[in-house]
């Protein structure tokens, strides 16, 4: 799944945070920037549909001054 509006600190463990309390989660991937930074977007993986749409629900959750978009990842 495509996990976007993250802030340019975010790492695997924030999403960690965030979606570890969704049963099946799988692998996490945040996209980097040359410098490091978190280019905004990432993506998770779950084990089943039910923790996908667990995870779907949670679109629009704020996260520091921005708000989470959640997708399929295309």
Do not use: H, W
Not at 21 to 44: A, E, N, Q, T
């Amino acid at each position: 799944m495509y996990i976007g509006g993250l802030p340019a600190d975010a790492d695997v463990e924030t999403l960690q945070r965030l979606f570890g309390g969704i049963s099946g989660l799988r692998s996490v991937r945040i996209v980097k920037r040359s410098s490091g930074s978190c280019r905004g977007f990432g993506y998770i993986t779950f084990d089943n549909r039910e923790s996908v749409y667990a995870a779907r629900r949670m679109d629009g959750t704020p996260l520091g001054d921005t708000r989470l978009r959640i997708a399929p990842a295309r």
